[in-house]
C-alpha cells in the first residue's frame, strides 16, 4: 500500500475518533436522551461485532447473531437512550480493563511479560538488564490501565457527567500518548547502549507476526 494511502488512511480513523469523541461529550453535557446517545453507545459495539461476524469460520450464523442483536436494540432503544451515559462508561472502563488483563496475565508465572516479546520482536534476544527493564514496564502499564480504570469510575459516579465525559473523551488518550512519550525517554537513559525502537515498530512487528502464525 502506498505511503500516502496509509497516511489518508490513519488520518481518517484519528479523523472519526475525534469526531466520535466530540458528539459523545456533547450527548452527555446535554443530559437529555436523544436517539444521537443511542446510536453512539451502540455503534462501538456493533463495529466490533460486525468485524467478528465477518471474519468468523460461520459467516451465515455471525451475521445471524448480529441481526438479533439490532433487533434487540431497536426493542430497548429507548432504555438505551435513556442510560447511554452508562453504557459510555462500561465501554471506557472494559477498554482499561481489557488491557490491563491483556498486559497482566503475561506477567504470570511461566509467561513472557508483553514488553519483553515487543522488545524481542524489535532487537533478538534480549540482555538480562533490557529484560528487566521491559518487564518492569510491563508492570507500569498494567498500573497505568488499573488507574485509568479507577479514576474513570470515581469521576463517573461522584462527580458530574460534564466531568467524567472531558476526561474520558479528551484526556484519556493523551494520558496514553505521555505515558509512552516518558516511557521512550526513560528508556533511552536506562538503556542507552539500546537502539531505540519506534512504539509503531513494535505494534508492526506484532502484528506481522501475528499474521504468519494463522
Not at 62 to 81: N, P, Y
Amino acid at each position: 500500500m502506498p505511503e500516502v494511502v496509509k497516511r489518508l488512511r490513519w488520518l481518517g480513523v484519528a479523523a472519526l475518533i475525534v469526531v466520535y469523541a466530540v458528539l459523545v461529550h456533547h450527548v452527555n453535557v446535554s443530559g437529555k436522551p436523544s436517539a444521537l446517545g443511542a446510536a453512539l453507545a451502540v455503534a462501538p459495539v456493533f463495529g466490533i461485532a460486525l468485524a467478528m461476524a465477518c471474519n468468523a469460520a460461520s459467516r451465515q450464523v455471525g451475521l445471524l447473531l448480529l441481526g438479533g442483536g439490532v433487533l434487540a436494540s431497536w426493542q430497548w432503544w429507548a432504555v438505551i437512550a435513556q442510560h447511554a451515559g452508562f453504557l459510555f462508561w462500561i465501554q471506557d472502563v472494559s477498554l482499561m480493563l481489557t488491557l490491563l488483563v491483556t498486559f497482566g496475565r503475561t506477567l504470570l508465572p511461566d509467561r513472557k511479560p508483553l514488553c519483553v516479546q515487543f522488545a524481542e520482536m524489535l532487537h533478538g534476544p534480549l540482555e538480562p538488564a533490557h529484560e528487566r527493564y521491559a518487564h518492569q514496564v510491563t508492570v507500569a502499564w498494567v498500573a497505568f490501565f488499573g488507574a485509568m480504570a479507577a479514576i474513570s469510575t470515581l469521576l463517573f459516579f461522584f462527580t458530574p457527567l460534564a466531568v467524567w465525559s472531558v476526561f474520558a473523551n479528551f484526556l484519556v488518550l493523551p494520558l496514553v500518548a505521555l505515558m509512552f512519550g516518558a516511557e521512550f525517554l526513560v528508556r533511552r537513559r536506562v538503556l542507552s547502549s539500546v537502539a531505540s525502537g519506534h512504539v509503531l515498530d513494535a505494534v508492526r512487528a506484532y502484528l506481522k507476526s501475528s499474521a504468519h502464525s494463522r
